[in-house]
């Protein structure tokens, strides 16, 4: 059974820096395209970081140069390192995974978060100003 884990969040102080996990079980996290997303109630989960089977990554504008998605592949774990944390990053954080396929190419033809089946069960994180 494919399954995705995440672990690491909690609440924080603006400033501070926190550092969620994601444990794949089922499958290879090295075979697949990896992602983290976030939601806030009453909006749409918006993609937060990617990471592709070659390691090459991308960033939401509102994370960049604050946020870095990194994998293990002999672990099987998905990582977020996340600092200079804002109020507005406050949201459910989730993993997830395109089993098996690379990230998909752009121009998108549906919202990024329709490319993943595979979804962990999200952690939350809470930064205060």
């Known amino acids: 059974q494919v399954q995705l884990v995440e672990s690491g969040g909690g609440s924080v102080q603006a400033g501070e820096s926190l550092r969620l996990s994601c444990a794949g079980s089922g499958y290879t996290i090295g075979a697949s395209c990896m992602a983290w997303f976030r939601q806030t109630p009453g909006k749409e989960r918006e993609d937060v970081a990617i990471i592709n089977i070659d390691g090459s990554t991308t960033y939401a504008d509102s994370v960049k140069d604050r946020f870095i998605i990194s994998k293990d592949n002999a672990k099987n774990i998905l990582t977020l390192q996340m600092n200079s944390l804002k109020p507005e990053d406050t949201a459910i954080y989730y993993c997830?995974?395109?089993?098996?396929?690379?990230?998909?190419?752009?121009?998108?033809?549906?919202?990024?978060?329709?490319?993943?089946?595979?979804w962990g069960q999200g952690t939350q994180v809470n930064v205060s100003s």
């Open positions: 997830a995974a395109r089993y098996r396929d690379t990230c998909p190419g752009r121009p998108l033809r549906r919202p990024l978060r329709q490319y993943f089946g595979v």
